[in-house]
């Protein structure tokens, strides 16, 4: 395809500069002040050093810095990275070392935070306001890389090693096209609320990108939580189109519930739209009831940009599945020893101009699930006769907590750090918010006297919010097989 995303935004941005752009703290921004905020990064990050085939890594809430840095960074032929402060220490720390950036730019409420993780890396550290302007630096010459990659997306592996996703431009480009080809009522001059984690590939290509390049408008809100932020940006800015995960469809229809916001104000918007994980059918019944309309649901993934199927419209809309695959996928249904199979169940591969070409500096780990240009998507589907899919259950034992990935290992080594725990075993169990949280199974070393509210507590100093166990459960013995190894399927029947 050869599309360059910061020309393709560029394009759309030159063409009616006074036309509104972006909405931030109660003020509406025109196209002509978004170049000139990135044109402003561009110049200081040139100034600083920043050369082709660099990263810059962000650790800031939503802000108009994270689409003007993003633009600037494509601009000198560079990879933007935005990852997770709260993701923990060691882990974030590990990220950096595989990405190796030019420097990490930190919001000012973050900085304190940042540096104390980042205080052993070789890195430049750049406080940077939400409005700018970018600071000049000294940055740290890394090694190259493709100017193709846009966005590199840092994730915890399944045993704790860092992963990163490296999408291209026209990873990106191409979901872009095929959400806004399917996606029916979204249109240009449609309002957006970019309120996902940007360090989320969700959050990023859907409501950040997407908009920019449909000649849509962006009403950037920080973070969802605390809500008052968010909810003044869907009343003032006027927001017609929401993504979001299913904890934040909870909240919304809660607060119309108490009276905090008009019944019309959501009812009216044009698209509600969940991702990152399924919607407990309870939420769907009250959508319809409170909402007047229900809450369609798509289907995605880091690797794949992320849309991989996406619900048409609410006249199309199915409940309990993700729609069609967008234009452009080929898929296919295997078993879990990869073998084809003709059933309409089975892990589902995929192959489509959105899909990554493999994992960052990560041979071993693009060996395991890519396969002669097929993904190994991991998830359990089975697609109906007329092409729409239900996603049943995940391979993996990944736990989606409110569209995030836990990996029970990352939290069992933390579990295993305590000196009054012998084995801990992570699992996912069902929340009505969340759709699951961590739950924990404990077995204590010899004479150990140790709570459950201690174990949390542990877990609350060492681990992101997310990734905490809610529940703890004590063992005397663990379910054992034949070959000696703990039966984790056993568990997870138990804690459900």
Same mark, same amino acid.
């Given at each position: 395809?050869g599309?360059?995303? $910061?020309?393709?935004i560029?394009?759309?941005?030159?063409?009616?500069?006074d036309?509104?752009?972006?909405?931030?703290?109660? %003020?509406?921004y025109s196209r002509?002040d978004?170049?000139?905020?990135?044109?402003s990064?561009?110049?200081?990050l040139l100034?600083?050093g920043?050369?082709?085939g660099?990263?810059l890594?962000?650790l800031?809430?939503?802000?108009?810095?994270?689409?003007?840095?993003s633009?600037?960074?494509?601009?000198?032929?560079g990879?933007?990275?935005p990852?997770?402060?709260k993701?923990?220490?060691a882990s974030?720390?590990?990220?950096?070392?595989?990405?190796e950036p030019?420097?990490?730019?930190?919001?000012e409420?973050?900085?304190?935070?940042?540096?104390a993780?980042?205080? $052993?890396g070789?890195?430049?550290? %750049?406080?940077?306001p939400?409005m700018?302007?970018?600071?000049?630096f000294?940055?740290?010459?890394?090694?190259?890389?493709?100017?193709?990659?846009?966005?590199?997306?840092?994730?915890?592996g399944?045993t704790?090693?860092?992963?990163?996703?490296?999408?291209?431009?026209?990873?990106?480009?191409?979901?872009?096209?095929g959400?806004r080809?399917i996606?029916?009522?979204i249109?240009?001059?449609?309002?957006?609320?970019n309120?996902l984690?940007n360090?989320?590939?969700?959050?990023?290509?859907?409501c950040?990108?997407l908009?920019?390049?449909?000649?849509?408008?962006?009403?950037?809100?920080?973070?969802?939580?605390p809500?008052?932020?968010?909810m003044?940006?869907?009343l003032?800015?006027? %927001?017609?189109v929401l993504?979001g995960v299913?904890?934040i469809?909870?909240?919304?229809l809660g607060?119309?519930?108490?009276?905090?916001?008009?019944?019309e104000?959501?009812?009216?918007?044009?698209?509600?739209?969940?991702?990152?994980?399924?919607?407990?059918?309870?939420?769907?019944?009250?959508?319809?009831?409170?909402?007047?309309?229900d809450?369609?649901?798509?289907?995605?993934?880091?690797?794949?940009?992320?849309?991989?199927?996406?619900?048409?419209s609410?006249e199309?809309?199915?409940?309990?599945?993700a729609?069609?695959?967008?234009?452009?996928y080929e898929?296919q249904?295997?078993?879990?020893?990869?073998?084809?199979?003709?059933?309409?169940?089975?892990?589902l591969?995929?192959?489509s101009?959105?899909?990554?070409?493999?994992?960052?500096?990560a041979?071993?780990?693009?060996?395991?699930r890519?396969?002669?240009g097929?993904?190994?998507?991991?998830?359990?589907?089975?697609?109906?006769?007329d092409?729409?899919?239900e996603v049943?259950?995940r391979v993996?034992?990944?736990?989606? %907590?409110?569209g995030?990935?836990?990996?029970?290992?990352?939290v069992?080594?933390?579990?295993h750090?305590h000196?009054?725990?012998d084995?801990?075993?992570?699992?996912?169990?069902?929340?009505?918010?969340?759709? $699951?949280?961590p739950?924990?199974?404990?077995?204590?070393?010899?004479?150990?006297?140790?709570t459950?509210l201690?174990?949390?507590?542990y877990?609350?100093?060492?681990?992101?919010?997310?990734?905490v166990?809610?529940?703890?459960?004590f063992?005397?013995?663990f379910?054992?097989?034949?070959?000696?190894?703990?039966?984790?399927?056993?568990?997870?029947?138990?804690?459900?």
């Amino acid at each position: 395809m050869g599309a360059r995303l $910061e020309n393709v935004i560029d394009e759309r941005l030159r063409d009616a500069p006074d036309a509104r752009c972006f909405w931030w703290e109660g %003020v509406w921004y025109s196209r002509e002040d978004f170049r000139n905020l990135t044109e402003s990064c561009r110049q200081a990050l040139l100034d600083s050093g920043f050369t082709p085939g660099q990263r810059l890594c962000v650790l800031m809430q939503n802000s108009p810095m994270i689409p003007a840095l993003s633009l600037a960074v494509w601009q000198l032929g560079g990879s933007f990275c935005p990852l997770n402060v709260k993701s923990g220490m060691a882990s974030l720390a590990g990220t950096l070392e595989l990405l190796e950036p030019f420097a990490v730019v930190v919001s000012e409420a973050v900085r304190d935070e940042a540096k104390a993780i980042l205080q $052993e890396g070789a890195f430049a550290i %750049v406080t940077c306001p939400p409005m700018g302007p970018l600071p000049r630096f000294k940055g740290s010459r890394s090694s190259y890389e493709s100017p193709d990659i846009a966005v590199i997306f840092a994730t915890s592996g399944t045993t704790g090693t860092p992963k990163a996703v490296p999408l291209s431009h026209d990873n990106i480009y191409s979901n872009c096209l095929g959400i806004r080809e399917i996606i029916r009522p979204i249109e240009p001059g449609d309002v957006f609320l970019n309120v996902l984690p940007n360090f989320h590939s969700f959050g990023y290509t859907i409501c950040i990108v997407l908009p920019l390049i449909m000649d849509a408008m962006l009403a950037i809100v920080p973070g969802f939580f605390p809500p008052q932020a968010a909810m003044r940006a869907i009343l003032e800015a006027e %927001v017609n189109v929401l993504f979001g995960v299913p904890a934040i469809f909870s909240y919304l229809l809660g607060a119309v519930e108490r009276g905090a916001i008009p019944r019309e104000t959501i009812g009216d918007m044009k698209i509600l739209m969940s991702g990152g994980d399924r919607m407990a059918p309870e939420l769907h019944d009250s959508a319809r009831k409170i909402f007047g309309k229900d809450i369609m649901e798509g289907y995605g993934l880091t690797e794949a940009s992320p849309a991989v199927a996406i619900s048409r419209s609410y006249e199309e809309y199915r409940q309990g599945t993700a729609g069609p695959f967008l234009e452009g996928y080929e898929w296919q249904l295997r078993t879990e020893s990869r073998e084809r199979t003709e059933k309409n169940e089975g892990v589902l591969w995929i192959k489509s101009p959105s899909v990554a070409a493999g994992y960052f500096r990560a041979p071993e780990l693009t060996a395991e699930r890519f396969h002669d240009g097929w993904f190994d998507t991991g998830d359990y589907v089975r697609v109906l006769e007329d092409g729409y899919v239900e996603v049943l259950g995940r391979v993996t034992d990944i736990i989606i %907590v409110g569209g995030f990935n836990v990996h029970p290992q990352e939290v069992e080594q933390v579990l295993h750090t305590h000196p009054a725990i012998d084995t801990a075993i992570v699992v996912g169990i069902p929340h009505r918010v969340n759709g $699951e949280v961590p739950m924990a199974f404990v077995k204590k070393t010899s004479d150990a006297d140790i709570t459950e509210l201690e174990i949390i507590k542990y877990c609350k100093e060492q681990l992101a919010h997310y990734k905490v166990p809610r529940k703890i459960e004590f063992l005397d013995e663990f379910p054992i097989s034949s070959t000696g190894k703990i039966l984790r399927r056993v568990l997870c029947e138990r804690a459900s």
